[in-house]
């Protein structure tokens, strides 16, 4: 006999868990079934990230990063309250060292503003008083940024999922899915499942398992490694916000970072280097697979083309850790070669488009049954309650074949 379920997830980690949530609080009587390969939640990429809950300075106004991250400050806060996960709304500088970027500084600004965040401008000498370990020529203070343990979150929504009647099934890959007009058959190395609904959140593995349901996808995963580093021998406030560069406008990324973790001490990082594995976190990690489908991917070169100088400074940022470092004493001099000791890696799932382009907002696939979450890079975690409350209210709509 076949496995029934009338609500299919495919991926454990922060937007699948939330997901599984917000469906179970739509409808209680509801079967609803997790599949995660992994053995326990948070494994790739909602278990290796920077823990910043983002206030949403950054994102074209409009977008759907723009939306869901300034809904999801308040819906990450209000779970982390409701259930004792730590969070501190630290506050975050973005700090500007040099006239061209005092000038983006500006920009900046005022896109922050056309989003209706709170940012404040602080010139140097407030700079100095807000933060004397910082040296920059002016600054945006974001009060709403804030800190926790992404991690920490999915697992305790896995938890409640649990406790309130839903399933969980570990070590279970979906390998494919067949869409009918009665069902969604889903097979996995333990058998097949079939399914009224089917929300896949496969994060690095997405543009596959969306292939894999029998959809193009419109895109590739590139994998690329953020590394980190955490800062030792440092007083404990050496920094009391977390200090941000102005992002280049030549790289898709934020920049490389000082943050107060939750658990205690800082990090600084993650920058961004092409990983040889999407679910590889050490340097040498290698997968001939992974490596031959990027490297057989139009749109990887021609990305590399158009970001070929940003590309080779991520890579000698990565091989030395004295260029490593002066991306970070532009802004905090205090900090020593010596002070830098390895800390755990994250690797991101990018979504490249044929053309080179890297796609910047949040992506979903739809079919008639199946809602595929594609990209949902940084700031996806802050985000995840209202993309999970957006595949709720979308998922049972009726869907037209465009
Ligand atoms: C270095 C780094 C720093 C970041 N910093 C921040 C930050 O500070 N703030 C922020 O908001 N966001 C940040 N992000 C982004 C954020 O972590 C991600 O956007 C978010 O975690 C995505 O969640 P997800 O559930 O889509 O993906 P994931 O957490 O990657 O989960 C996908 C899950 O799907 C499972 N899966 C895949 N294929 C299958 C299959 N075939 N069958 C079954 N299961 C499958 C995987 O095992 C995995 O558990 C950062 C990311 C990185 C990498």
Redesign the pocket.
């Known amino acids: 006999m076949k496995d029934l379920t009338d609500i299919l997830i495919?991926?454990?980690?922060?937007?699948?868990?939330?997901t599984a949530l917000e469906l179970q609080s739509c409808d209680g009587a509801a079967k609803i079934t997790v599949?995660?390969?992994?053995a326990t939640?948070?494994?790739?990429?909602?278990?290796?990230?920077?823990?910043?809950?983002?206030a949403g300075v950054y994102y074209a106004p409009g977008s759907l990063k723009a939306r869901f991250?300034r809904a999801?400050v308040q819906a990450t806060e209000a779970f982390c309250t409701e259930h004792g996960v730590p969070f501190d709304r630290v506050g975050k500088l973005i700090v500007a060292t040099s006239d061209a970027e005092v000038t983006r500084l500006s920009a900046l600004g005022m896109r922050a503003r056309s989003n209706g965040i709170d940012i404040q401008d602080v010139d140097e000498a407030a700079l100095r008083k807000m933060e004397p370990h910082i040296n920059g020529r002016a600054a945006l203070f974001s009060p709403s940024t804030g800190?926790t343990d992404?991690k920490q979150m999915?697992a305790v929504m896995a938890n409640l999922f649990v406790q309130r009647g839903g399933i969980i099934r570990y070590g279970?890959?979906?390998?494919t899915g067949r869409e009918t007009s009665t069902h969604v058959a889903v097979t996995?190395h333990h058998g097949e499942i079939h399914a009224g609904r089917v929300v896949?959140?496969?994060?690095?593995?997405?543009d596959?398992?969306i292939r894999?349901f029998g959809q193009d996808p419109g895109y590739r995963v590139v994998p690329?490694?953020?590394e980190?580093f955490r800062l030792l021998n440092q007083p404990d406030d050496l920094v009391r916000h977390l200090i941000y560069p102005v992002p280049d406008p030549e790289r898709p990324f934020l920049g490389v970072h000082l943050?107060r973790k939750i658990a205690g001490g800082f990090t600084v990082?993650?920058n961004a280097v092409l990983a040889f594995k999407r679910?590889g976190y050490k340097l040498t990690d290698f997968s001939a697979k992974d490596l031959s489908e990027t490297f057989g991917y139009a749109g990887f070169w021609r990305m590399l083309a158009q970001n070929a100088g940003s590309a080779v400074s991520e890579l000698t940022a990565s091989v030395s850790k004295r260029a490593y470092l002066k991306r970070i004493r532009k802004y905090c001099s205090h900090v020593q070669l010596k002070d830098l000791s390895p800390y755990p890696?994250?690797?991101?799932?990018q979504a490249v488009a044929p053309d080179g382009n890297i796609i910047d907002d949040f992506l979903f696939v739809r079919s008639a049954r199946c809602l595929h979450?594609g990209n949902?890079?940084?700031?996806?975690?802050?985000?995840?309650v209202p993309i999970a409350a957006h595949i709720a209210t979308t998922l049972f709509e009726p869907h037209t074949q465009s």
């Open positions: 495919v991926g454990g980690g922060i937007i699948g868990m939330a599949l995660e390969k992994e939640p948070a494994v790739h990429q909602s278990g290796h990230n920077s823990g910043v809950i983002h991250c999801g800190i992404y999915t279970e890959q979906v390998i996995t896949t959140c496969a994060g690095l593995q997405s596959r398992v894999t690329f490694r953020g980190f943050t990082g993650p679910e890696a994250g690797v991101r799932a979450v949902a890079p940084s700031p996806a975690a802050t985000a995840a």
